[in-house]
């Protein structure tokens, strides 16, 4: 059973930086893919990055240089490395992953949240201005 579980979110000022991990357990990493999406209030959920079967990444064009992800298999964590933080970047933040995922991470990046399967309870950022 796939266990997701998210930390560090926080509140930041514009330009700030924070870094967002998520616990993994149960996961295979060969043979599924995961991602870091985020929702706003009021607003749908929404892609944030993805990283493959074989960890290539994609992410979506309002992060794409600003937001790193990475995973670390040795301690089964899921990073979200945030720079230059905008308030448009407020959200709660969630990782999630899909156990049968072998397509590349750009085209995953475009199907977007509907095609994972378990997911974490969410992580707040907050950027002000």
């Known amino acids: 059973q796939v266990h997701l579980m998210e930390s560090g979110g926080g509140s930041v000022q514009s330009g700030g930086s924070l870094t967002l991990s998520c616990a993994v357990s149960?996961?295979?990493?060969?043979?599924?893919?995961m991602g870091w999406f985020r929702q706003a209030m009021g607003k749908e959920r929404e892609t944030v990055s993805v990283?493959?079967?074989?960890?290539?990444?994609s992410y979506s064009e309002s992060v794409r240089g600003r937001f790193t992800t990475s995973l670390d298999k040795d301690k089964n964590t899921l990073y979200l490395a945030m720079n230059t933080l905008k308030p448009e970047d407020t959200a709660m933040y969630y990782c999630?992953?899909?156990?049968?995922?072998?397509?590349?991470?750009?085209?995953?990046?475009?199907?977007?949240?509907?095609?994972?399967?378990?997911w974490g309870q969410g992580t707040q950022v907050m950027v002000s201005s």
């Open positions: 990283i493959d079967s074989v960890q290539r990444k």
């Open positions: 149960g996961h295979k990493y060969e043979s599924g893919c």
């Open positions: 999630a992953a899909d156990s049968s995922c072998f397509a590349q991470a750009s085209y995953i990046l475009r199907q977007g949240p509907s095609r994972f399967e378990h």
